[in-house]
């Protein structure tokens, strides 16, 4: 007789988004305004680096957690961007990519059962991780605050869960929504936080991609409690190296290490030369993507409203989370496929982000594309319209 298969495997949703794109690809000359890739190549420094390595045959097995000359690097990178004081390369590993570093969380976190606060709309990733890790998510509903989270909508929570919270997932710059925090909004956040004896996973993967002020970190404000997430795969255009990193006060990271180690003996070392170099290149030399991306964000936001989509105000990351105009009736999922079959321009339905009805009326848009793209598209998006 056929075992059967783990429930929790049975009994999880594909993710949202992957299963959207893949059915657009019934539809042929489509412009994408979809995935989050940044629409530049790698760095030449990252690029010469990683060459380098393989041709010295760095191509052998490395050091679980990340090779300490690589930690070295991102502890200096953490200091230099974010304030971040962290007292040896022990507080930290490097992952294959943050969703894997996040599984990791999770996992070590996590008893079967217990609960997570997940500010609603989220990176669809999240979700499905914690299924696997038998977590409850406790979704936040944000959008009776403008998408962002506040103390009073922890309290809610907090007061109506019925099961055990061990920790809040926060994301900022938010994906979708690309709303992010000022200090004092973020320092109240922290005492609410502290309040509720939670860990707190704050994923910062955008940090780099702020546009209005400067981007702090939890870290920083909440260190004993606080687990920083973050990486290169968007600030540093290097989606396909899949490296990211997790910071932390060294009891927590110690035990994280034990899940990430039995899943990822090691990450390819030329990879990890590769993003020695990358956390080495100053500010500076990458202004010219923050400010493009930018750019293309004001474009974009001015096109949309034109066309009377309504818009939470981004401040970072590279995505537009904008309401439907009044006259489309469709929900946003429908409304997307419709866009994709008879206007030839893909977006990413709110539903594919959000557990709350608020979601039906949304799409996400990314302008991570090159502006050629961008312009392409909300040529198509304005034709689509003008025809309903």
Not at 356 to 382: C, H, N
Request: overall charge negative; aromatic content about 10%.
């Amino acid at each position: 007789m056929t075992q059967p298969i783990n429930p929790l495997v049975q009994n999880l949703e594909p993710d949202r988004i992957l299963t959207f794109q893949k059915s657009l690809s019934q539809f042929s000359d489509l412009v994408y305004l979809t995935f989050g890739e940044p629409g530049f190549a790698t760095p030449e420094p990252v690029k010469a680096a990683t060459k380098a390595a393989i041709d010295a045959d760095r191509s052998h097995y490395g050091n679980s957690q990340g090779e300490p000359a690589l930690r070295e690097a991102a502890l200096a990178y953490l200091a230099d961007r974010y304030q971040l004081s962290y007292p040896s390369i022990d507080n930290l590993i490097m992952t294959a990519g943050v969703t894997e570093g996040i599984q990791a969380i999770f996992k070590t976190l996590l008893q079967e059962g217990d609960g997570l606060l997940i500010p609603d709309p989220a990176y669809g990733s999240y979700f499905a991780a914690l299924s696997l890790a038998g977590g409850v998510v406790l979704p936040i509903n944000t959008a009776k605050a403008n998408f962002k989270l506040t103390p009073e909508l922890v309290d809610e929570a907090m007061a109506s869960a019925k099961v055990p919270v061990r920790a809040v997932l926060f994301n900022y710059p938010n994906n979708p929504t690309g709303v992010s925090y000022d200090l004092e909004e973020l320092k109240a956040l922290a005492a609410c936080f502290e309040r509720h004896d939670l860990w707190v996973i704050s994923d910062e993967i955008y940090a780099e991609l702020t546009y209005q002020g400067q981007h702090h970190s939890l870290g920083k404000l909440l260190p004993e409690r606080t687990i920083v997430v973050n990486g290169l795969s968007k600030s540093h255009a290097m989606t396909g190296y899949r490296l990211g990193l997790i910071a932390g006060p060294s009891e927590i990271i110690q035990e994280i290490q034990k899940v990430h180690g039995s899943s990822v003996f090691s990450l390819p070392t030329f990879v990890q030369d590769g993003a020695v170099a990358a956390f080495q290149m100053s500010r500076d030399d990458l202004d010219y993507m923050r400010e493009s991306y930018q750019e293309r964000r004001d474009y974009v936001a001015d096109e949309l409203r034109a066309l009377g989509f309504e818009l939470v105000a981004p401040k970072g990351a590279f995505y537009l989370f904008a309401k439907l105009p009044d006259s489309i009736q469709m929900d946003s999922a429908d409304f997307a496929m419709d866009l994709a079959k008879n206007g030839g321009v893909a977006l990413i339905p709110g539903t594919a982000f959000s557990m709350f009805d608020e979601a039906k009326r949304y799409v996400r848009l990314s302008y991570a594309a090159d502006m050629a793209t961008l312009k392409a598209g909300l040529a198509r998006l304005k034709a689509y319209l003008n025809d309903k």
